[in-house]
Each structure stands twice: as structure tokens, then as C-alpha cells.
């Protein structure tokens, strides 16, 4: 379906400025963004994939990666088309990079009615980039609102600030990701700028009612360094050391043939990470992913895959030492 877009302008010669994310296109007519789902048609912007899903499906909340926010809890998941971004290494290439990949429509009602029968959390906004399917998510974030649900984004950030405001007030969790500190590799590989991508948790950061977690997919030699990862988890310290920190395993995809990222090399990147964030988390390997307590290491949850036990954690809190724990649910 079709419909108006919101944050855009109308200029000269019938060409529109749309300002959902940085790259603030500039659209003659007949033509789309970078996003390639937002139209300009007769000097009129539309959003091309209003309740247009490619992708849905109930999965566990720690699929997205989320650790810290309703644990053990599963979670009705959508997705659609298109992206902000170009990633050379895109994992979900078919539906990010193809806006002509089949879609079915849903509407919000019907998205609250499903995650409402199948006993979800909420609903999560995912798969591909869900901010350029701003005017659809923020519909079914006031919805899902008004039921009791729970409104997660999986997303690269990638978003202006006053959308964003928009947004916050019906936002449960955010997993962001920040493909790394190197504003040439943000550039080259996956066409935006860093900047955006970290104004946007620094804003979300602020806002302690909304759980953010960040994930960063490591590459051999592009994003891998000890300095790097230094600078980066410098960064989220600086906001917040709590804020759950995952490292996540590349494996070649789509345009990009680096070797599989070894797990010695994801131990190294944890180890220096951990010098400045209280948990970090591997992902995309075997191996237990347990949350432990930063001050006295207790185990408050036991993970084996999507397995889930809650060990000594309560209403916020580790029950062994007392220390306040940036879990909730």
C-alpha cells in the first residue's frame, strides 16, 4: 500500500527533500531515494511499502540480539523492503537491497490481533531496516501501545532527530548497530555516515525507560582492531557503561568474501571491550552467553542457544551482592 510520507519538503521544479535520515535526499520526480521505497510522484513524496511484510515469524527475544530486555520471552517479528544503507556484507541482501521482493499486507489491527493471540511481548520491527518504514511502525507502535504490547527496533540507526523524538515515546528496546569507529568504512562499504548512526543511540541512550543494546558485526581487517574497538566501546562508555554490548561473527555474504570471522579473534575483542562496558556478549558462535553480574559475577541468566534460565536476578537486581542490573522483565 501507498501512502503520504511524513518529514519531507516540496521544491522547485517539483522535486522533494525528504528528511526521515541523514542522507536527506534530494528526489525528482518519478524517482526514489537511496531507500529506494520513497517516491516522489507529482511533487508529492510517498512511501511505497505502508503494511507491505516480506518477513514475519514468532522468535525468541535473544534472536534480535536483545539480552537485557524480557528474557526467555518470544516475540512476533516483522520485516519489509529496502534500506537506508548499502552494506557490502548485508546477511538479509534479498529483502534489503531487492525493494521488488514479495510482500503481503498487514495491517496494525492486524499485527496487535496476531501478537495478541500468539501470546507475543510485543512486536518487533526487524530483518531488514525498519526506520524507512517510519509512517507504517509509528501506526503500529501506537496501537501495539494502547494493547499492552511492547515496540522493539532492530535497526542501524540510521534516522533524523525529529522522526526520532516522534518515535521515542512508543519505544520499548532498541538494538542498534554500530558497524564500527571508521568513518572512510561507513562511507566505502556501507554508504552512510557514522555520525548519524551515533547521534542516534547517544539520543536513545538518554532515555533509561527504553532498553538499548548495540551490536557490532566484526570483520576481518576492515573493523577488527584492538584501537578500534577502544574507541568505540570509549564511546558507549561515555553514555553508559551498562549498555549491553554484543560482538557478532561475520561469515562471507552477499558482495563481500573476507575469510569467517575466528573466534580467537572475538575473545581478543571482548577482553579489551570488557575493560570499559559491564556486559559483552558474543554472537554467531557456539557457546554459552550467559549475563553475569558486573560487580560480584553472579550468574543472573543462563543461556545455551535460545534456552533461558533466570538465575540470581529479581526485580532489577542481583540477589547474591544487591547490585542494580540493567535487565528488565
Known amino acids: 500500500m501507498e501512502r503520504e510520507a511524513l518529514y519531507y519538503e516540496k521544491r522547485e521544479d517539483g522535486k522533494v527533500q525528504c528528511h526521515l535520515c541523514p542522507h536527506t535526499c534530494v528526489i525528482l520526480q518519478g524517482k526514489t531515494g537511496i531507500c529506494r521505497v520513497r517516491e516522489n510522484r507529482e511533487g508529492v513524496l510517498y512511501t511505497k511499502i505502508y503494511g507491505e511484510v516480506s518477513s514475519v515469524a514468532m522468535d525468541p527475544i535473544e534472536k534480535k540480539p536483545l539480552y537485557h530486555f524480557y528474557p526467555g520471552s518470544s516475540i512476533l517479528s516483522i520485516g519489509t523492503v529496502g534500506c537506508s544503507f548499502r552494506c557490502r556484507f548485508c546477511q538479509n541482501y534479498s529483502i534489503s537491497q531487492n525493494p521488488d521482493h514479495p510482500t503481503q499486507y498487514y495491517s496494525p489491527e492486524d499485527l496487535v490481533s496476531i501478537a495478541k493471540n500468539r501470546d507475543s511481548v510485543g512486536i518487533a520491527y526487524t530483518y531488514t531496516e525498519p526506520l524507512i518504514w517510519y509512517e507504517y511502525v509509528l501506526d503500529c507502535c501506537k496501537l501495539a501501545r494502547k494493547a499492552g504490547l511492547r515496540n522493539v527496533f532492530v535497526t542501524n540507526g540510521y534516522i533524523n532527530r525529529e522522526p526520532l523524538m516522534e518515535l521515542l515515546p512508543f519505544a520499548d528496546a532498541f538494538n542498534i548497530d554500530l558497524k564500527g569507529m571508521n568513518e572512510d568504512f561507513?562511507?566505502?562499504?556501507?554508504?552512510?555516515?557514522?555520525?548519524?548512526?551515533?547521534?542516534?543511540?547517544?539520543?536513545?541512550?538518554?532515555?533509561?525507560?527504553?532498553?538499548?543494546?548495540?551490536?557490532?558485526?566484526?570483520?576481518?581487517?576492515?573493523?577488527?582492531?584492538d584501537e578500534e574497538m577502544e574507541e568505540l566501546t570509549g564511546f558507549l562508555s561515555s553514555l553508559r557503561p551498562d549498555i549491553p554490548y554484543h560482538l557478532s561473527a561475520y561469515y562471507p555474504m552477499y558482495q563481500f568474501t573476507a575469510p569467517p570471522t575466528p573466534l580467537r579473534t572475538l575473545e581478543r575483542l571482548k577482553k579489551v571491550a570488557m575493560l570499559k562496558m559491564q556486559y559483552v556478549y558474543l554472537g554467531n558462535v557456539s557457546g554459552p552467553t550467559n549475563t553475569l553480574c558486573h560487580n560480584c559475577g553472579a550468574l543472573l541468566v543462563e543461556r545455551h542457544g535460545y534456552a533461558v534460565r533466570i538465575g540470581q536476578y529479581n526485580e532489577g537486581k542481583c540477589t547474591s551482592c544487591g547490585t542494580a542490573v540493567s535487565i528488565v522483565g
Open 186 to 225: 561507513y562511507r566505502k562499504e556501507v554508504g552512510g555516515k557514522l555520525k548519524g548512526v551515533l547521534d542516534t543511540i547517544a539520543e536513545v541512550s538518554k532515555h533509561r525507560e527504553i532498553v538499548l543494546e548495540v551490536t557490532t558485526l566484526v570483520i576481518p581487517g576492515y573493523n577488527d582492531s
